[in-house]
């Protein structure tokens, strides 16, 4: 008898401990972070259409943007899509040819008409929008005032709508300083750029992705990687490019994409 009573006890801490151990293994084997969000999205930036030949450049990326062998939710364009006018209205015909959801941004080239804010709603919607792809907020922000409008307003509202979720920050000038012609040029007032900082490091802002430079470069706002990404124009003698991201275990990466 008192064996058995051993061995119903072993039996009993046998069964425990493999209900233990299966639930470790649940836990040690699936991180939470393998079930997120993994997703691919599109850049485009300073197409300039109406320089030199910004036009074919653009249809060029649009082409190759739309025979993509991978699933692209999006494509954003960062800012400065044409020279003013009716070279906007080409740069929309052009881009409308998008098989994908795209989503605009102003650049300064794009607000250079006396009426520049009505004209770029007219064209493209919104200053500034947002949209939501697999539980990540992408906000689209036209970072200079116009009339009424202030982009850091606009972003902490944006940032607080958010509720926590990862978000992914598009705007077409970078904050940070800007080296060419073997000369160092400021970036953004310093209170200005303080602030948009502490917005982004306040919230669960992955990253920021911007424009505007015509070349490829990488900065941290405070903890907050910045990619600024190659041109389609040719302006300075930049070949056609576009970048394709990743989001992946809350972390974003990219390739950049150059064509002849």
């Known amino acids: 008898m008192h064996n058995a009573k051993k061995l119903k006890g072993r039996s009993t801490w046998v069964r425990y401990g493999s209900l233990i151990a299966l639930l470790l293994l649940n836990c040690t084997t699936e991180p939470a972070s393998e079930n997120g969000p993994h997703f691919y999205f599109a850049q485009m930036t300073d197409t300039h259409v109406g320089i030199l030949d910004g036009q074919e450049r653009t249809q060029q990326v649009v082409s190759a943007l739309n025979a993509s062998s991978l699933p692209l939710v999006c494509v954003v364009h960062t800012g400065d899509l044409a020279e003013p006018g009716d070279f906007q209205n080409v740069a929309k015909v052009e881009l409308s040819k998008l098989s994908l959801p795209l989503h605009v941004l102003p650049g300064n080239h794009d607000m ?31 970072d200079q005032q116009a009339n009424a409008y202030e982009p850091l307003d606009w972003l902490e509202k944006a940032l607080k709508k958010a509720d926590g979720k990862p978000v992914i920050l598009f705007h077409h000038e970078p904050p940070v300083e800007n080296f060419y012609n073997n000369t160092l040029r400021p970036g953004w007032p310093e209170n200005k750029k303080q602030q948009w900082i502490k917005l982004l490091e306040d919230n669960n802002v992955v990253a920021a992705i911007t424009g505007d430079f015509h070349r490829g470069e990488m900065h941290f706002l405070g903890n907050i990687p910045l990619f600024i990404s190659e041109p389609v124009s040719g302006r300075y003698g930049r070949q056609a490019a576009y970048r394709i991201y990743e989001y992946k275990k809350g972390r974003l990466s990219y390739r950049t994409q150059f064509l002849e």
């Not at 919104?126 to 992408?138: P, Q």
């Open 112 to 142: 250079m008409e006396n009426d520049s804010t009505q004209s770029f709603i007219h064209r493209w919607g919104a200053l500034s929008s947002s949209a939501e792809y697999e539980g990540v907020v992408f906000l689209f922000v036209y």
